[in-house]
T-cell receptor
């Protein structure tokens, strides 16, 4: 069965520190992977996506993610976080066909320490 | 700019009432989705639709139904609300294979 696991429920980092949010997936074929961010009270916004090609993808707001097939991972990174990065982050996989659903992880809440 | 619009940001309903949550997208997308979001559980798929008048059950369809009479509109119906349906409801749409989803702002429903 397809699934996405985000092992960290809540992470706190200091402003200016580096960040890595973990995502592992289980998928039967080549995955199509996404990271979304949700600010409080808002809908989800796409940060970045991976379909094929270069395994290091760049996104908005200075985020990047690396696809590692051997580890079934798609971790999100940022070299220096800002207070405005405090939000909830979701990893997602799919859809692999036109009549298929997107599968989301349970999310990681990021807090920023001043 | 692409847009997915949900009809209400906040709703408060009494147990047993019928609720319609409306979602409209202006991108001519084929696929539309309804999720509910609860703390610690992430986004759980209620229903999705890949064409007009077509619908598929998601992971938690019990207590919900949907309607898609026009391509741009996907409605979630709660026939008789219960307190365990208090949640944030998110609508999303995609154009098809391997494309990202665009989300509405969400509707926070409270059932009292």
């Amino acid at each position: 069965a397809q699934s996405v696991t985000q092992p960290d429920i809540h992470i706190t980092v200091s402003e200016g520190a580096s960040l890595e949010l973990r995502c592992n997936y289980s998928y039967g074929a080549t995955p199509y992977l996404f990271w979304y961010v949700q600010s409080p009270g808002q809908g989800l916004q796409l940060l970045l996506k991976y379909f094929s090609g270069d395994t290091l993808v760049q996104g908005i707001k200075g985020f990047e993610a690396e696809f590692k097939r051997s580890q079934s991972s798609f971790n999100l990174r940022k070299p220096s976080v800002h207070w405005s990065d405090a939000a909830e982050y979701f990893c997602a996989v799919g859809p692999y066909s036109s009549a298929s659903k997107i599968i989301f992880g349970s999310g990681t809440r990021l807090s920023i320490r001043p | 700019d692409v847009k997915v619009t949900q009809s209400s940001r906040y709703l408060v309903k009494r147990t047993g009432e019928k609720v319609f949550l409306e979602c409209v997208q202006d991108m001519d997308h084929e696929n539309m989705f309804w999720y509910r979001q609860d703390p610690g559980l992430g986004l759980r798929l209620i229903y999705f639709s890949y064409d007009v008048k077509m619908k598929e059950k998601g992971d938690i369809p019990e207590g919900y139904s949907v309607s898609r009479e026009k391509k741009e509109r996907f409605s979630l119906i709660l026939e008789s609300t219960s307190t365990n349906q208090t949640s944030m409801y998110l609508c999303a749409s995609t154009t098809g294979v391997n494309t990202e989803a665009f989300f509405g702002q969400g509707t926070r429903l409270t059932v009292v």
